[in-house]
């Protein structure tokens, strides 16, 4: 209800501004007090009268802020993107030499990352050009936190698919995901458990993580997963045609949306 009250209140305010051009809102008069309560009475009388008008608003409201939230987030991968491609304690998939990257921000106890695990498996395996770059993003708390700092950590004695691997064995542990699980997979897959518990105390790890974290802030990212491909970020387990298709995008024009 407060978030409907939120766009109504918008929209009322849009319906204000359509079609005057800035130059003809910067010579409107001031208005005395009864000429402003006139205008809201007309205004009002004439939503009353034409409830419909205010969807078409409304979905132009939200139509301009989902262009505004794209073209934001669109500048800032392109000024990030030496950290969102290449950065040192990111752990790569695929072709390290792939000619499109996808990157994927994740959290272990994600359920809807667990969803689109499958799909990012089935675009390593099938594409041999795809680069794949995963990057620990614990937003759903201290367990989640935990979880990534014994990723990280891991990543110093694992790579390419010995990492896939175990960040999949992570990922597909059932029930809640913490520090203590993780370091039950990498003991499982033979890790030096001494040199990785060191390394998770480490102000590398803590760096790498916080880096992580505010990369996703800059990006305005709400949640888990978060895929960027080209310069669009794409919220969500999309599912895997879509993915496949941002790609083949890529590859074909420079850009995730073609047109």
Known sequence: MRASLLKLGQAVALIGTLGLAPAALAQSPVFTEQQKQAIGEIVKDYLLKNPEVLTEVISELEKRQAEAQQAAQAGAVKETRQSLLNASHSYVV??????????????????YCKKALADVQTLVKSDPKLRVVLKDFPV?????VEASRVSLAAKNQLQGQKLFEYHVKVMDTRGRVNGERAMAVA?????DMARLQKDMESPDTRKALQENMELGDKLSLTGTPAFI??????????????LKQLVTNVRQCGKANCG
């Not at 390290?96 to 272990?108: A, K, M, Q």
């Open 140 to 144: 759903l708390g201290p367990d989640s």
């Open 187 to 191: 003991k499982e897959m033979g890790l």
């Open 94 to 111: 695929g072709n390290p030499s792939g000619d499109v990257t996808l990157v994927e921000f994740f959290d272990y106890n994600c359920g």
């Open 229 to 242: 491909v080209g310069e669009t970020v794409v919220p969500g387990a999309v599912g895997l045609e879509p």
